[in-house]
């Protein structure tokens, strides 16, 4: 997506506490080249918060004006998670409803490291490492050794901002959007790891929000144990839901089979084949998170199609510079490792785990010093009600976390639980799509619950 140089963006300085307002800096739009209807610039802002006068860079920002302007309720700033996703192109996408797109205008900034703004790329440095599942000391000191190896040639290849790209300066990023816009306040959606942005931005410029909503949220209290486990269980709960509707539905490949069993003879095939075992529970994972009961039923059969599996273009570099930086997921030593697994283990005897958590655990492990924007009890006491989202079995972003939310901030925040199933509660029924829009468009509190919908 072509991006043109914007003109200014206001820069606020904190010394003392006291707010310092530099020159305004709009920025400079024009059409997107690949979507008529949108309009694209970039954005400036410090690369490092703590030198607001220093050097800058540009963000690539992305809007969809309001298509009722007379009625028109403000701006709703979105992010698709990930991390990785760029959310320029999310506000130009077709998720909203068409009364959404109506009142407001729509409005992504590539976070940093991602998409038009400074993407990290060194996908083509991870590949050939040891296991992250190591057995032993000496295969965890070499997961180490190519953790740090990584790190080092990463950092070097993306510049300073590899330094500044964590949860709490994307939400300060965020803040000068809205008032290089010109809104006195902005609206939020923010999916999964997106959520995280959104608690930052709620924490800091709470006074600053109209509305919020949170779909799949990621507990930033989570610490290492929390992060992983949470996961774990979550995966096994969406497994038994995949049994439960296999033992009742003849569309399931495995049906009339006792499939626990029958997955535990998959596992044991699986041993022998080129992926091994851990290839098997890779795919499970992806066919819960959709979710596709069909596909996960193909896995046990041992007759799968074809399904692409993949995250963000630049996930697996970006979380190098966000996710670890966000999160205390700092292994250190084989026994701290070991402590996890067993956790994990005992939490997920089905599917022996969570892919994503142990995968962001393992990435992150022996990385120094503590996170930029380390994880605490969440602190929203300036913002309105926000609306929290989450779907009850997804094993991505756990059910549980969006109920830790609401617990550490029962006051501002409303959560409707989806009863039903897979990763993004938003777009899953009609119920789930009106209670949100009725939220954004006439801050009209959610109901609790809405129920799940049929599902293969």
Not at 180 to 205: D, M, N
Not at 307 to 314: D, I, K, L, W
Request: glycine share 10%; net charge neutral.
């Amino acid at each position: 997506m072509k991006r043109v140089l914007a003109g200014c963006v206001a820069v606020l300085m904190l010394t003392g506490g006291v707010a310092h307002a530099e020159p305004a800096r709009a920025i400079a739009w024009a059409a997107c080249p690949d979507d008529p209807e949108g309009e694209c610039g970039t954005l400036s802002v410090p690369l490092d918060w703590a030198k607001p006068r220093g050097e800058r860079i540009d963000l690539a920002i992305a809007r969809h004006q309001a298509t009722d302007p007379a009625r028109r309720l403000g701006v709703l700033v979105v992010d698709p998670g990930g991390p990785g996703g760029s959310a320029a192109e999310f506000a130009l996408s077709g998720l909203f409803s068409a009364e959404v797109r109506a009142r407001f205008d729509i409005v992504g900034i590539d976070q940093r490291g991602t998409g038009g703004s400074l993407a990290i790329r060194c996908a083509d440095l991870l590949p050939g490492g040891p296991s992250i599942h190591p057995g032993d000391e000496a295969g965890f000191k070499a997961l180490l050794k190519h953790n740090r190896d990584v790190l080092a040639k990463c950092r070097d290849r993306s510049g300073p901002v590899f330094d500044h790209a964590d949860g709490a300066t994307v939400a300060q990023d965020m803040d000068a959007a809205r008032r290089a816009l010109g809104e006195r306040k902005i609206s939020y959606f923010g999916l999964s790891y997106g959520t995280v942005f959104g608690q930052a931005y709620a924490e800091r410029f709470g006074r600053n929000l109209r509305a919020m909503v949170l779909d799949s949220v990621v507990d930033h209290s989570a610490d290492l144990l929390r992060f992983v486990g949470d996961r774990a269980a979550a995966s096994d709960d969406a497994f038994r839901e995949f049994e439960k509707w296999c033992g009742s539905s003849t569309d399931c490949s495995v049906h009339g089979q006792d499939v626990r069993q029958a997955w535990e003879a998959a596992l044991v095939r699986a041993d022998a084949g080129p992926g091994g075992r851990q290839e098997l529970l890779d795919n499970m994972y992806f066919a819960l998170r959709g979710p596709d009961w069909l596909y996960a039923a193909d896995l046990i059969a041992g007759t799968p199609s074809f399904r692409s599996q993949a995250f963000e273009p630049n996930y697996g570099s970006v979380r190098l510079a966000t996710v670890c930086q966000d999160f205390s997921l700092r292994l250190d030593t084989y026994r701290e490792y070991q402590r996890m697994r067993a956790d994990e283990l005992r939490r997920s005897p089905i599917l022996r785990g969570s892919f994503l958590g142990h995968d962001e655990a393992t990435a992150c492990a022996g990385i120094a010093g503590r996170p930029a924007n380390s994880p605490h009890r969440l602190d929203i006491g300036d913002a309105p009600k926000i609306m929290v989202i989450n779907s009850k079995y997804d094993p991505t972003t756990p059910h549980a976390w969006a109920v830790n939310i609401k617990k550490q901030a029962p006051r501002n925040t409303a959560l409707l639980t989806y009863e039903g199933w897979g990763h993004i509660a938003y777009p899953r029924s009609a119920c789930t799509r009106s209670n949100v829009d009725n939220y954004l468009l006439g801050l009209t509190t959610p109901a609790v619950s809405c129920p799940a919908a049929l599902q293969r």
